[in-house]
Structures are given as structure tokens and as C-alpha cells.
């Protein structure tokens, strides 16, 4: 009895530890918005981070575009992304080739530039942006992709700047 109970606690600790070490190996990429700019958005720096203990490999941001309001232009449309819907994903991803990056290891962290994906011969002040940004990444030695988005929306401050907020 007390030699099936002993079994019965072991195997529930082997369960426990099992499961405890895949979240702790689990990924871990982050995309972190730019810290509030005076009313000049573009270009804007996002920064990609590994906080995991895993290392990554094969890693290629995208941005995908739901709206992008520019001002001070005369006669700029506004650009809406293919596929967009107000709070609802984004269909159509574009990949910037500078922005690819072979690994990114355990606390590393690499910037990426809106203005890369824009294309704009000089910065052009943004009224209102709406965007996602979206890793795809191996992990160390697996032959699986896995892709993480993180959506951003720019809002006016009341000190004049712009301030981005992820959703």
C-alpha cells in the first residue's frame, strides 16, 4: 500500500517537473513599442527581443498595415491594408529583407524601422497608424516554424507627442 502511494507521488512529481521544464524551454520573442515621440512618428524603431533560455533561429519580422494616416502631405491617402477589419486581424504580411536575422539567443534583442517598410524618401509626420508586427522564428534544433503577431495603434498625447499601444 504505502510502496503504490510512494509510486503514485513520484510519478505526480515526474508530471509536474516534465511540464514545468517545457514552459520554462518555451519561447519567449517579444516586440516592444517606441517610447512616445513628438509628433513626428516615422521613422519608428521596434525592438525584437528573445527573453526566453532557448535560442532562436530563422528569424524574419513582418509588418502587416491596417491604417496609416499621414500629415502634412498634400493629397497622401490614407493607406488601408488589404484584409483589415476594425479589431480583427490583419490578412496581408510584408517582409522587409534588411529585417531578416539568422538567431536571436538568450536575451538578445535586434531593432527594426518602420521607415524600411515605408519607403519614404524623408519622414513624413503620421497622424494615426495601426499595424502589426509578426515574428516567424525556429527554436534551437526543431524543425517547426512558429509565428508570434503583435498588433500597435498610435494615439495623440496630451503633451503633443505620439504614443504607441499595443492591443
Not at 515526474?14 to 513626428?40: K, Y
Not at 528569424?59 to 477589419?85: H, Q, T, W, Y
Not at 538568450?106 to 524623408?122: G, K, M, N, P, R
Request: charged letters at 15%.
Amino acid at each position: 500500500m504505502i510502496r503504490r502511494l510512494i509510486k503514485i507521488i513520484g510519478f505526480s512529481f515526474s508530471i509536474i517537473g516534465a511540464f514545468s521544464a517545457v514552459v520554462t524551454l518555451l519561447p519567449r520573442v517579444s516586440v516592444s513599442p517606441p517610447s512616445p515621440e513628438a509628433s513626428n512618428i516615422s521613422p519608428t524603431f521596434f525592438l525584437i527581443s528573445n527573453s526566453g533560455i532557448v535560442p532562436l533561429t530563422n528569424v524574419e519580422p513582418s509588418v502587416g498595415l491596417c491604417k496609416l494616416k499621414f500629415s502634412d502631405i498634400a493629397n497622401m491617402p490614407v493607406l488601408v491594408g488589404a484584409g483589415c477589419r476594425p479589431g480583427g486581424p490583419i490578412a496581408t504580411f510584408m517582409k522587409p529583407t534588411i529585417w531578416a536575422r539568422s538567431d536571436l539567443g538568450l536575451d538578445e534583442h535586434y531593432t527594426i524601422a518602420l521607415q524600411d517598410f515605408l519607403h519614404l524618401q524623408s519622414p513624413a509626420p503620421i497622424d494615426y497608424a495601426d499595424i502589426s508586427i509578426s515574428v516567424d522564428y525556429q527554436v534551437w534544433m526543431m524543425p517547426w516554424h512558429f509565428n508570434k503577431s503583435f498588433r500597435f495603434k498610435t494615439k495623440p498625447g496630451g503633451d503633443g507627442k505620439i504614443y504607441w499601444y499595443a492591443e
